[in-house]
Protein backbone atom coordinates (compact mmCIF):
# COMPACT_ATOMS: atom_id res chain seq x y z
CA UNK A 1 0.00 0.00 0.00
CA UNK A 2 1.23 3.47 -0.76
CA UNK A 3 2.46 5.06 2.04
CA UNK A 4 0.72 8.42 3.09
CA UNK A 5 2.53 11.25 4.38
CA UNK A 6 -0.33 13.57 5.53
CA UNK A 7 -1.52 12.52 9.42
CA UNK A 8 -5.16 13.72 9.81
CA UNK A 9 -5.98 14.25 13.59
CA UNK A 10 -6.83 10.57 15.32
CA UNK A 11 -10.43 11.97 15.56
CA UNK A 12 -10.55 13.65 12.10
CA UNK A 13 -9.42 9.52 11.16
CA UNK A 14 -11.85 7.92 13.10
CA UNK A 15 -14.70 10.12 11.81
CA UNK A 16 -12.92 9.19 7.84
CA UNK A 17 -12.94 5.54 8.85
CA UNK A 18 -16.76 5.59 10.08
CA UNK A 19 -18.14 7.29 6.59
CA UNK A 20 -16.20 5.15 4.40
CA UNK A 21 -16.60 1.79 6.34
CA UNK A 22 -19.96 2.49 7.91
CA UNK A 23 -21.80 5.21 5.94
CA UNK A 24 -20.54 4.00 1.79
CA UNK A 25 -19.31 0.66 3.19
CA UNK A 26 -16.52 1.21 0.66
CA UNK A 27 -15.10 -2.33 -1.16
CA UNK A 28 -11.63 -3.20 -2.16
CA UNK A 29 -11.13 -2.03 -5.53
CA UNK A 30 -13.99 0.11 -6.07
CA UNK A 31 -13.17 3.76 -7.33
CA UNK A 32 -14.11 6.28 -5.36
CA UNK A 33 -14.28 9.89 -6.88
CA UNK A 34 -13.04 12.74 -4.15
CA UNK A 35 -14.11 16.78 -5.18
CA UNK A 36 -13.02 19.14 -2.46
CA UNK A 37 -11.10 23.12 -2.66
CA UNK A 38 -7.94 23.93 -2.19
CA UNK A 39 -9.10 25.16 1.67
CA UNK A 40 -7.59 24.20 4.82
CA UNK A 41 -10.51 22.56 6.61
CA UNK A 42 -11.94 20.50 3.33
CA UNK A 43 -9.00 19.41 1.85
CA UNK A 44 -7.78 18.00 4.89
CA UNK A 45 -11.02 16.05 5.82
CA UNK A 46 -10.80 15.23 1.88
CA UNK A 47 -6.92 13.73 2.43
CA UNK A 48 -8.07 12.11 5.75
CA UNK A 49 -11.00 10.28 3.48
CA UNK A 50 -8.83 9.83 0.68
CA UNK A 51 -6.57 7.65 3.38
CA UNK A 52 -9.28 5.83 5.29
CA UNK A 53 -10.22 4.96 0.90
CA UNK A 54 -7.08 3.22 0.55
CA UNK A 55 -6.51 1.87 3.84
CA UNK A 56 -9.97 -0.77 2.89
CA UNK A 57 -7.98 -1.36 -0.49
CA UNK A 58 -10.26 1.32 -3.02
CA UNK A 59 -8.68 3.27 -5.95
CA UNK A 60 -9.43 6.98 -4.81
CA UNK A 61 -8.99 9.80 -6.81
CA UNK A 62 -8.84 13.30 -5.32
CA UNK A 63 -10.13 16.42 -7.85
CA UNK A 64 -9.12 19.85 -6.44
CA UNK A 65 -11.25 22.97 -7.83
CA UNK A 66 -11.42 26.85 -6.61
CA UNK A 67 -14.11 27.58 -4.37
CA UNK A 68 -18.30 27.33 -5.93
CA UNK A 69 -21.07 29.04 -5.21
CA UNK A 70 -24.95 28.31 -5.59
CA UNK A 71 -24.57 30.30 -8.91
CA UNK A 72 -21.25 28.99 -10.56
CA UNK A 73 -20.29 26.03 -12.58
CA UNK A 74 -18.19 23.16 -11.49
CA UNK A 75 -14.68 22.70 -13.70
CA UNK A 76 -15.15 20.85 -16.70
CA UNK A 77 -12.77 18.28 -15.49
CA UNK A 78 -14.72 18.00 -12.33
CA UNK A 79 -17.64 17.04 -14.59
CA UNK A 80 -16.03 14.98 -16.91
CA UNK A 81 -14.52 13.25 -13.56
CA UNK A 82 -17.97 12.15 -12.53
CA UNK A 83 -18.85 11.04 -15.80
CA UNK A 84 -16.47 8.35 -15.82
CA UNK A 85 -19.48 6.84 -12.97
CA UNK A 86 -17.06 6.00 -9.98
CA UNK A 87 -18.67 3.67 -7.83
CA UNK A 88 -18.47 6.17 -4.73
CA UNK A 89 -18.53 10.12 -5.63
CA UNK A 90 -18.23 12.10 -1.93
CA UNK A 91 -18.07 15.94 -2.51
CA UNK A 92 -16.29 17.84 0.20
CA UNK A 93 -16.91 21.63 -0.74
CA UNK A 94 -16.01 25.21 0.82
CA UNK A 95 -19.36 26.12 -0.20
CA UNK A 96 -20.78 24.14 -3.41
CA UNK A 97 -19.93 21.14 -6.29
CA UNK A 98 -20.69 23.78 -9.07
CA UNK A 99 -23.37 23.64 -11.31
CA UNK A 100 -23.06 21.33 -15.09
CA UNK A 101 -23.44 23.87 -17.79
CA UNK A 102 -23.87 21.01 -20.30
CA UNK A 103 -26.73 19.57 -18.73
CA UNK A 104 -28.44 23.14 -17.72
CA UNK A 105 -28.73 23.70 -20.55
CA UNK A 106 -29.97 20.05 -21.99
CA UNK A 107 -31.46 18.26 -19.07
CA UNK A 108 -31.18 14.73 -19.08
CA UNK A 109 -34.77 12.94 -18.72
CA UNK A 110 -35.92 10.48 -16.52
CA UNK A 111 -38.13 7.46 -17.21
CA UNK A 112 -41.09 9.46 -14.89
CA UNK A 113 -40.91 12.52 -16.42
CA UNK A 114 -38.32 14.23 -13.96
CA UNK A 115 -35.48 16.23 -15.46
CA UNK A 116 -32.22 16.67 -14.19
CA UNK A 117 -29.84 19.46 -14.70
CA UNK A 118 -26.84 17.82 -12.62
CA UNK A 119 -24.96 14.78 -14.11
CA UNK A 120 -24.71 13.92 -10.28
CA UNK A 121 -28.20 13.82 -9.51
CA UNK A 122 -28.76 12.10 -12.80
CA UNK A 123 -26.15 9.19 -12.04
CA UNK A 124 -27.56 8.92 -8.52
CA UNK A 125 -31.29 9.32 -8.63
CA UNK A 126 -32.31 8.04 -12.12
CA UNK A 127 -29.56 6.06 -13.24
CA UNK A 128 -29.15 4.97 -9.61
CA UNK A 129 -25.12 3.82 -10.85
CA UNK A 130 -23.42 5.94 -7.68
CA UNK A 131 -23.27 6.41 -4.20
CA UNK A 132 -22.35 9.58 -2.35
CA UNK A 133 -22.34 11.82 0.32
CA UNK A 134 -21.89 15.52 0.26
CA UNK A 135 -20.89 17.84 2.67
CA UNK A 136 -20.83 21.63 1.78
CA UNK A 137 -18.84 24.06 4.23
CA UNK A 138 -17.90 21.28 6.73
CA UNK A 139 -15.54 21.77 9.20
CA UNK A 140 -13.00 19.50 10.73
CA UNK A 141 -14.62 19.95 14.43
CA UNK A 142 -18.16 19.19 13.01
CA UNK A 143 -17.17 16.36 10.55
CA UNK A 144 -15.12 14.26 13.95
CA UNK A 145 -17.94 14.98 16.01
CA UNK A 146 -21.18 14.38 14.20
CA UNK A 147 -20.11 12.03 12.25
CA UNK A 148 -19.24 9.00 14.45
CA UNK A 149 -22.72 8.49 16.11
CA UNK A 150 -25.17 5.46 16.63
CA UNK A 151 -26.20 4.91 12.98
CA UNK A 152 -28.68 1.84 13.93
CA UNK A 153 -30.87 4.21 16.31
CA UNK A 154 -31.00 7.48 14.13
CA UNK A 155 -31.99 5.11 11.21
CA UNK A 156 -34.62 3.50 12.96
CA UNK A 157 -35.55 7.34 14.15
CA UNK A 158 -35.47 8.32 10.59
CA UNK A 159 -37.81 5.24 9.29
CA UNK A 160 -40.45 5.91 12.04
CA UNK A 161 -41.01 9.45 10.87
CA UNK A 162 -40.67 8.70 7.29
CA UNK A 163 -43.64 6.08 7.76
CA UNK A 164 -45.71 8.49 9.79
CA UNK A 165 -45.44 10.91 6.58
CA UNK A 166 -45.63 8.38 4.07
CA UNK A 167 -49.18 8.71 2.10
CA UNK A 168 -50.41 11.62 3.71
CA UNK A 169 -51.68 14.78 3.04
CA UNK A 170 -50.73 17.55 5.21
CA UNK A 171 -47.72 18.42 7.55
CA UNK A 172 -48.68 21.36 10.35
CA UNK A 173 -45.65 23.31 11.73
CA UNK A 174 -46.25 25.55 15.00
CA UNK A 175 -44.24 27.29 17.21
CA UNK A 176 -44.31 29.48 20.22
CA UNK A 177 -42.66 32.51 18.18
CA UNK A 178 -45.33 32.63 15.28
CA UNK A 179 -44.50 29.96 12.40
CA UNK A 180 -47.96 28.23 11.95
CA UNK A 181 -47.75 27.05 8.21
CA UNK A 182 -49.54 23.93 6.14
CA UNK A 183 -47.41 21.79 3.98
CA UNK A 184 -48.81 20.07 1.29
CA UNK A 185 -47.78 16.67 0.91
CA UNK A 186 -50.32 14.66 -0.84
CA UNK A 187 -48.60 12.83 -3.46
CA UNK A 188 -44.91 12.93 -1.89
CA UNK A 189 -42.67 10.58 -0.78
CA UNK A 190 -40.34 11.20 1.84
CA UNK A 191 -36.95 10.75 2.08
CA UNK A 192 -34.25 9.93 4.55
CA UNK A 193 -30.81 10.93 5.13
CA UNK A 194 -29.98 8.89 7.30
CA UNK A 195 -26.35 7.97 7.01
CA UNK A 196 -26.70 4.68 4.75
CA UNK A 197 -25.44 5.13 1.54
CA UNK A 198 -24.09 1.53 1.11
CA UNK A 199 -25.99 0.65 -2.35
CA UNK A 200 -26.17 2.46 -5.69
CA UNK A 201 -28.66 5.18 -5.71
CA UNK A 202 -28.53 6.15 -2.09
CA UNK A 203 -26.68 9.53 -1.02
CA UNK A 204 -27.09 12.47 1.13
CA UNK A 205 -25.09 14.15 3.48
CA UNK A 206 -22.79 13.76 5.83
CA UNK A 207 -23.18 15.08 8.78
CA UNK A 208 -26.49 12.74 8.40
CA UNK A 209 -29.73 12.93 10.23
CA UNK A 210 -32.59 14.31 8.78
CA UNK A 211 -36.46 13.21 7.21
CA UNK A 212 -37.30 15.22 4.60
CA UNK A 213 -40.04 15.81 1.74
CA UNK A 214 -40.83 18.38 -1.29
CA UNK A 215 -44.12 19.87 -0.64
CA UNK A 216 -46.90 19.43 -3.15
CA UNK A 217 -47.14 22.31 -6.08
CA UNK A 218 -49.19 25.17 -5.01
CA UNK A 219 -50.66 23.99 -2.36
CA UNK A 220 -48.65 25.62 1.49
CA UNK A 221 -49.78 28.39 3.35
CA UNK A 222 -49.39 30.43 6.26
CA UNK A 223 -46.36 31.73 8.41
CA UNK A 224 -42.89 30.26 8.60
CA UNK A 225 -40.89 32.34 11.47
CA UNK A 226 -36.73 31.66 11.64
CA UNK A 227 -35.40 31.33 14.87
CA UNK A 228 -32.10 29.51 14.08
CA UNK A 229 -29.90 30.26 10.76
CA UNK A 230 -30.57 30.39 7.57
CA UNK A 231 -28.38 29.65 4.29
CA UNK A 232 -28.03 32.76 1.79
CA UNK A 233 -24.78 33.54 -0.12
CA UNK A 234 -23.33 31.98 3.77
CA UNK A 235 -24.77 30.65 6.79
CA UNK A 236 -26.52 33.73 8.90
CA UNK A 237 -27.36 32.55 12.31
CA UNK A 238 -30.67 34.44 13.21
CA UNK A 239 -30.45 37.43 15.76
CA UNK A 240 -33.66 38.28 15.07
CA UNK A 241 -36.46 36.32 14.04
CA UNK A 242 -37.25 36.05 10.39
CA UNK A 243 -41.17 36.23 9.29
CA UNK A 244 -41.94 34.83 6.29
CA UNK A 245 -45.90 34.45 5.00
CA UNK A 246 -46.28 31.68 1.90
CA UNK A 247 -49.50 31.73 -0.06
CA UNK A 248 -49.75 29.18 -2.64
CA UNK A 249 -46.50 27.60 -2.23
CA UNK A 250 -44.18 30.25 -2.73
CA UNK A 251 -42.63 33.52 0.01
CA UNK A 252 -45.01 36.47 -0.60
CA UNK A 253 -43.69 38.18 1.95
CA UNK A 254 -40.56 39.07 4.36
CA UNK A 255 -40.50 40.59 7.51
CA UNK A 256 -37.85 41.13 10.31
CA UNK A 257 -34.56 42.71 10.77
CA UNK A 258 -31.11 42.74 8.97
CA UNK A 259 -31.43 38.90 8.81
CA UNK A 260 -34.60 39.69 6.55
CA UNK A 261 -33.15 42.04 4.63
CA UNK A 262 -30.51 40.17 3.33
CA UNK A 263 -32.94 36.87 2.66
CA UNK A 264 -35.27 39.19 0.24
CA UNK A 265 -32.04 40.61 -1.25
CA UNK A 266 -30.91 37.10 -1.98
CA UNK A 267 -34.38 35.97 -3.18
CA UNK A 268 -34.01 38.78 -5.05
CA UNK A 269 -30.67 38.45 -7.24
CA UNK A 270 -32.07 34.31 -7.79
CA UNK A 271 -34.96 35.85 -9.34
CA UNK A 272 -32.92 37.91 -11.88
CA UNK A 273 -29.74 35.70 -12.30
CA UNK A 274 -31.44 33.10 -14.56
CA UNK A 275 -32.22 36.16 -17.15
CA UNK A 276 -28.53 37.26 -16.81
CA UNK A 277 -27.30 33.60 -17.91
CA UNK A 278 -30.11 33.59 -20.60
CA UNK A 279 -28.30 36.20 -22.36
CA UNK A 280 -25.26 34.90 -22.72
CA UNK A 281 -26.76 31.76 -23.85
CA UNK A 282 -26.34 29.66 -20.43
CA UNK A 283 -30.43 29.34 -20.59
CA UNK A 284 -33.16 29.14 -23.00
CA UNK A 285 -36.24 31.01 -22.40
CA UNK A 286 -38.16 28.40 -20.85
CA UNK A 287 -35.85 27.58 -18.39
CA UNK A 288 -35.51 30.92 -16.52
CA UNK A 289 -38.41 31.47 -16.45
CA UNK A 290 -38.85 28.71 -14.26
CA UNK A 291 -35.16 29.03 -12.39
CA UNK A 292 -37.02 32.61 -11.66
CA UNK A 293 -40.00 31.86 -10.79
CA UNK A 294 -39.07 29.16 -8.02
CA UNK A 295 -36.79 31.54 -6.80
CA UNK A 296 -39.41 32.17 -4.04
CA UNK A 297 -41.21 28.31 -4.20
CA UNK A 298 -41.18 26.11 -0.90
CA UNK A 299 -39.03 23.58 -1.91
CA UNK A 300 -38.67 21.40 1.47
CA UNK A 301 -39.66 20.73 4.74
CA UNK A 302 -37.22 18.92 6.68
CA UNK A 303 -36.61 17.11 10.30
CA UNK A 304 -33.18 17.15 12.57
CA UNK A 305 -33.00 13.77 13.72
CA UNK A 306 -28.41 13.71 14.55
CA UNK A 307 -28.43 13.67 18.25
CA UNK A 308 -24.88 15.25 17.73
CA UNK A 309 -25.28 18.06 15.93
CA UNK A 310 -25.97 21.85 17.15
CA UNK A 311 -26.84 24.79 15.95
CA UNK A 312 -23.44 26.50 15.26
CA UNK A 313 -23.94 28.79 11.84
CA UNK A 314 -23.39 26.07 9.25
CA UNK A 315 -26.75 24.93 7.69
CA UNK A 316 -24.96 22.00 6.65
CA UNK A 317 -25.09 20.68 10.36
CA UNK A 318 -27.88 23.42 11.87
CA UNK A 319 -30.37 21.24 9.93
CA UNK A 320 -29.95 17.75 11.18
CA UNK A 321 -30.37 19.25 14.97
CA UNK A 322 -32.64 17.05 17.04
CA UNK A 323 -36.12 19.02 17.73
CA UNK A 324 -35.69 21.07 14.91
CA UNK A 325 -37.61 21.58 11.75
CA UNK A 326 -35.97 23.48 8.39
CA UNK A 327 -37.92 24.82 5.03
CA UNK A 328 -35.70 25.83 2.05
CA UNK A 329 -36.54 28.26 -0.28
CA UNK A 330 -35.84 27.35 -4.06
CA UNK A 331 -35.47 23.90 -5.78
CA UNK A 332 -36.91 20.88 -4.66
CA UNK A 333 -35.99 17.12 -4.33
CA UNK A 334 -38.87 15.84 -6.61
CA UNK A 335 -37.15 18.07 -10.09
CA UNK A 336 -40.55 19.57 -10.79
CA UNK A 337 -39.69 23.17 -9.40
CA UNK A 338 -36.38 23.74 -10.26
CA UNK A 339 -34.22 27.09 -9.29
CA UNK A 340 -30.39 28.18 -8.61
CA UNK A 341 -31.08 28.07 -4.92
CA UNK A 342 -32.16 25.98 -2.24
CA UNK A 343 -31.94 28.37 0.31
CA UNK A 344 -32.41 26.23 4.15
CA UNK A 345 -33.76 27.84 7.25
CA UNK A 346 -34.19 26.77 11.11
CA UNK A 347 -36.71 26.75 12.62
CA UNK A 348 -36.77 25.59 16.68
CA UNK A 349 -38.45 24.26 19.03
CA UNK A 350 -41.59 23.32 16.75
CA UNK A 351 -44.86 21.39 17.21
CA UNK A 352 -45.54 19.17 14.00
CA UNK A 353 -48.78 17.41 13.38
CA UNK A 354 -49.77 14.91 10.20
CA UNK A 355 -53.30 15.15 9.57
CA UNK A 356 -53.66 16.26 12.83
CA UNK A 357 -51.83 13.63 14.52
CA UNK A 358 -48.42 15.03 16.62
CA UNK A 359 -45.04 13.53 15.30
CA UNK A 360 -42.88 12.93 17.67
CA UNK A 361 -39.00 13.86 17.00
Not at 134 to 144: A, C, D, G, L, Y
Request: aromatic share 6%.
Amino acid sequence: MPKIIFKPNPALMKAAEVAVKEVLVVKEDEHVLIITNPEKEVYRIAQALYAANLNVGASPTLVVQQRKTSFDYAEPSVINAIKTEPEVIISISAERMGKDKETMANPYKGQDGETYSHVFDYLLYEAEKIRAFWSPKVTIEMFSRTVPIDYGNMRKRCARIAGELQNRKEIRVKTELGTDVTIGIQGRKPRVDDGNFSVPGRGGNLPAGEVFISPQLGVSHGTIVFDGSITLDETVVIKTPVKVEIEKGFVTKIEGGKEAKRLAKYLDFAEKKPFAMMKKGELDKRKAEEYSKNARHIGELGIGTNPNAKIVGNVLEDEKVLGTVHFAIGSNYDHDALALIHSDGIVKKPIVTVDGKPLKP
